[in-house]
């Protein structure tokens, strides 16, 4: 499809809108909780890609070099690896953040109320 960058392109489609429509969505919590997210976002995708190191050494999995950068971090861990699971911990963590602000449930009950009465 897209040579060595498909696994980064596919990862980036799948989450990139998501992320943009939690920050759109939700900027004024995310800006404030920035504290919250950053440091639990780093920790996931740090532990998750030492996990993932310790899992590729053991040959549980591999990544195909034809879609990957081959780019590398130590543990040989692709770079597209670690961007999925900064991507996936970001995802989770925002909405867990954004369900959790009362602005935000506010805000999703009122604009679903006035979808219905439309």
């Avoid at 999925?84 to 999703?108: C, D, G, K, S, Y």
């Amino acid at each position: 499809m897209l040579g060595h960058y498909t696994y980064l392109f596919l990862i980036l489609i799948w989450s990139g809108p998501i992320i943009v429509a939690q920050w759109l969505a939700g900027w004024r919590v995310l800006r404030r909780e920035w504290r919250a997210w950053l440091l639990t976002i780093a920790l996931a995708t740090v532990w998750l890609t030492a996990a993932d190191s310790v899992a590729l050494a053991a040959g549980t999995w591999e990544i195909a070099p034809a879609y990957s950068l081959n780019l590398f971090l130590p543990g040989h861990v692709p770079v597209e690896e670690a961007v999925f699971f900064l991507t996936t911990n970001t995802l989770i963590v925002q909405a867990m953040l954004l369900l959790h602000a009362p602005e935000m449930r506010e805000w999703v009950q009122r604009t679903v109320r006035q979808a219905i009465t439309r």
